[in-house]
């Protein structure tokens, strides 16, 4: 509910502190004191187009600050926590207007968006009046309401998600879909650029090695003589080796004569025929890898040619030619089996479909059964509100080939306002007065159901007055006791059902230079003085006061 409102340098507002309570709470005055610059300052602070026409003149900002104590389940709650906003039990909505034009806003003092500010006002707070802008709910919000009044968010929430996965359903099918037209297109283009690497038939790293040895090969031809030469000088007939493992094992047979002498030279000699040896076989093993078919250089040449040349053609890496073909492969398979799967999807988009529409036809069906009670539930009410001559309907258009989150139906609230015209929007047809009336049981009969936790109510007693104004009092307290209630009313018997009555004045200020809006709340003796006011008008009788006496006894009773 809304506990407290400040406001300050608004239009003819200074300094502006209200306590409200729960319950139905009026607002009384006569008419220029600033009941609508109440209402005004309320809507800036729940996220209204901003004015700069609204500061108050001379004033460089004005601002206006509204506190809500929410239940903790409720939807607000739950959109400031998704939005980053800490709230422990309270809302402070707040928004400041500066006179060039600029506005802030804030939500428990954190800067937010207008747009984010307003979605948060539109949960909190209902204002509706004789202006369509704040007369009644948008028309998208009818079937909401229908849903509300009916108990139907369960069989809502089941279309929704019913909905969603026929949506997924159809998604993946048509993705499939498109994916084997486009296999279509380049199948043949497919088939002949896997036939080219099936027999290319590249591997992983061949054209690293191929390019290795086709190095090899080129430079084998140079050094080839000299590792011959080299080979024939340790292992041929001019090999120093033989003379010197003779010279080795003569030396060997004197070392013991001069031991200390010979040691080292048999050694080194020895170490040296090894080193030999090792060159040897080096030059060997080195001619041998070197020792080559004539061919093999071309034919090596060729195929790193044909890998580099694929790697062109496909414009990507040797080495990705393998998983290229693999690439190409899984492609033509999605063709070719591709067929199979499409048909098991559409079959699960046909299940999905056949599930929403049994969910939704049995959702419209109970909205068929609701409008039927909300018709008659709103009908009960309309001849108490001199709307006895009046209709209204819930028009339900079904159209089955909508499937999306809220079914079948497209709802819109309509009026029949005289006998023998035909029902038309509730929006266009009735008049200011008859929509607030209109809206007015409409809110009665949802009660606490699909409405914002506080109502504000603007003037829609105008033009009425006796039983009418009677029953638009009873009908505002029986609302007010699902919901918070704020009225600006000029009817005493909506005024003496209060349990808060507020009485906004208008007084001169600043030695009279200036007019300034209050506001008070009255009790017993003033209260009764206000009443009798709105029944006798500017000269109070005592037959008003004892009149404004019986009413507010009366409905204490």
């Given amino acids: ?184 297109r380049e199948a043949d283009y497919l088939r002949a650029s896997l036939e080219e690497l099936e027999a290319l038939s590249p591997e992983p790293g061949e054209e690293e090695r191929l390019a290795d040895r086709r190095r090899l090969l080129m430079q084998s031809e140079k050094i080839a003589g000299d590792l011959a030469e080299a080979q024939e000088m340790l292992g041929g007939s001019v090999s120093p080796v033989p003379d010197l493992a003779a010279l080795l094992r003569r030396l060997e047979r004197k070392r013991e004569e001069l031991p200390e002498m010979m040691d080292e030279i048999v050694g080194a000699i020895g170490e040296a025929l090894d080193r030999l040896e090792d060159a040897r076989a080096g030059l060997a093993e080195a001619l041998h890898e070197i020792d080559h078919d004539p061919g093999e250089l071309e034919r090596i040449e060729e195929r790193l040619f044909a890998i580099r040349a694929a790697a062109r053609k ?94 079948f139906d497209a709802v819109s609230f309509q009026v029949q306002t005289n006998p023998g015209t035909a029902p038309g929007p509730i929006m266009k047809v009735a008049s200011g007065g008859e929509l607030a009336r209109f809206l007015l049981v409409l809110k009665v009969a949802l009660a606490d159901r699909g409405s914002a936790p506080t109502l504000v109510f603007d003037e829609i007693d105008a033009g009425v007055g006796g039983a009418v104004a009677e029953a638009i009092g009873k009908r505002l307290a029986r609302l007010a006791e699902r919901v918070q209630v704020l009225s600006v009313t000029h009817a005493p018997q909506v ?47 005592e037959e008003a006061r004892a009149a404004a006496e019986r009413l507010i006894v009366g409905e204490a009773v």
């Fill in 1 to 184: 509910m809304l506990a407290h409102l400040t406001i300050r340098d608004i239009v003819l507002i200074d300094r502006l502190s209200i306590e409200f309570a729960r319950g139905l709470s009026v607002l009384t005055g006569e008419t220029g004191a600033g009941k609508s610059i109440l209402l005004d300052a309320l809507a800036l602070a729940l996220g209204a187009r901003g004015d700069a026409a609204l500061v108050r003149s001379g004033e460089a900002q004005g601002e206006v600050r509204a506190v809500f104590e929410p239940a903790p389940t409720h939807p607000a709650m739950l959109l400031c926590e998704e939005n980053g906003i800490e709230a422990e039990g309270t809302l402070v909505l707040r928004r400041v207007q500066s006179a060039d034009g600029r506005s802030r806003a804030f939500i428990n003092d954190q800067p937010v968006s207008v747009t984010l500010l307003r979605e948060l006002g539109h949960l909190l707070v209902e204002i509706h009046g004789q202006h369509d802008e704040r007369a009644m709910v948008s028309a998208e919000e009818h079937r909401r309401l229908l849903d509300a009044f009916g108990a139907l968010e369960p069989e809502r929430a089941e279309v929704a998600r019913r909905a969603e996965t026929l949506r997924r359903a159809q998604k993946e099918a048509a993705e499939l879909a498109a994916s084997i037209e486009a296999a279509e």
């Fill in 314 to 407: 496909y414009r990507c890496e040797a080495d990705a030619l393998p998983g290229l073909a693999a690439e190409f492969a899984a492609k033509l398979e999605d063709f070719t089996s591709g067929h199979e799967r499409l048909a098991a999807l559409q079959a699960a988009v046909e299940e999905a479909d056949r599930r929403y529409e049994e969910a939704a036809s049995l959702l419209s069906e109970k909205r068929a059964e609701a409008a039927r009670h909300l018709e008659e539930a709103v009908g009960g009410e309309l001849p108490a509100v001199k709307l006895e001559a009046a209709r209204f309907l819930v028009a339900i258009d079904r159209d089955t080939a909508r499937r999306g989150a809220d079914g």
């Fill in 495 to 541: 005024a003496a059902r209060a349990s808060g009555h507020f009485v906004i004045s208008k007084s001169l200020a600043e030695g009279g230079k200036r007019a300034a809006t209050e506001v008070t709340r009255v009790e017993k003796e003033e209260r009764r003085e206000e009443i009798a006011r709105m029944l006798a008008g500017a000269t109070i009788s």
